[in-house]
């Protein structure tokens, strides 16, 4: 149980161009889901977080209007690159949790590797 | 400020046990976090502690004292499987997670 899917694993863009990731929870309610950014040989950075049906929240430094966060849904969760360079290339997880986990634990979906040409 | 620190990489031979340490300063806490993440791959959960001491599953323990901002992450029994890094994460007094950088495991034959 508790699985979360990401679409696409991989993707290559031009420059200039927007990206949609998709990260749905398949077999839970997803009460809040993260999207994170990883570069290589460096740990998970939090983006931001959201709340079904709620504005998502910023990290300090993220661009919202660059990186547009959905939650349309308790299974479905979208981030948007827009306009994309080089430098957003990275490897873009989420993950997602429910009320219940006796952990608050987290189940992370296995990523979204994008290279901006 | 928040900080998370693990040791970068280390080494260890096959059948044999590994301890990678964590130290952390965050703002509150509730709960320490330990996850292992194959290159390429995403995180995948393997232990949480939010009392001090020790918790086993398996081939893999996790300790906790929260006095002194301190875990570790006990491998035993290592298998070639077994190289991955690991990450520590904190959850803070917001319930958000704090990450370490990941300790690069290599497993030798």
């Known amino acids: 149980g508790a699985v979360v899917s990401q679409h696409p694993s991989r993707v290559i863009c031009k420059s200039g161009t927007s990206v949609k990731i998709e990260c749905r929870s398949l077999?839970?309610?997803?009460?809040?889901m993260f999207w994170y950014r990883q570069f290589p040989k460096q740990s998970l950075m939090l983006m931001a977080t959201?709340?079904?049906?709620?504005?998502?929240?910023?990290e300090q430094g993220v661009e919202k209007d660059k990186f547009l966060i959905n939650h349309a849904s308790l299974t479905l969760s979208t981030l948007t690159v827009t306009s994309a360079h080089p430098e957003d290339s990275s490897f873009y997880i989420c993950?997602?949790?429910?009320?219940?986990?006796?952990?608050?634990?987290?189940?992370f979906g296995p990523g979204t590797r994008l290279t901006v040409l | 400020g928040q900080n998370i620190d693990q040791p970068t990489e280390m080494t260890a031979t096959e059948g044999a046990i590994v301890q990678i340490n964590c130290t952390y300063q965050?703002?509150?806490?509730?709960?320490l976090f330990w996850y292992q993440q194959h290159a390429g791959e995403a995180p995948t959960f393997l232990s949480y502690n939010v009392l001090d001491g020790l918790e086993e599953k398996g081939r893999f323990s996790s300790f906790l004292s929260r006095s002194k901002g301190y875990s570790y992450l006990l491998l035993k029994e290592l298998q070639m499987k077994d190289s991955a890094s690991y990450l520590c994460?904190?959850?803070?007094?917001?319930?958000?997670?704090?990450w370490g950088a990941g300790t690069k495991l290599i497993i030798k034959p």
């Open positions: 965050t703002s509150g806490f509730n709960g």
């Open positions: 993950s997602a949790s429910y009320l219940g986990t006796d952990v608050n634990e987290q189940f």
């Open positions: 959201s709340n079904e049906g709620s504005k998502a929240t910023y």
């Open positions: 077999d839970f309610q997803a009460t809040t």
């Open positions: 994460a904190v959850m803070d007094s917001n319930y958000q997670l704090i």
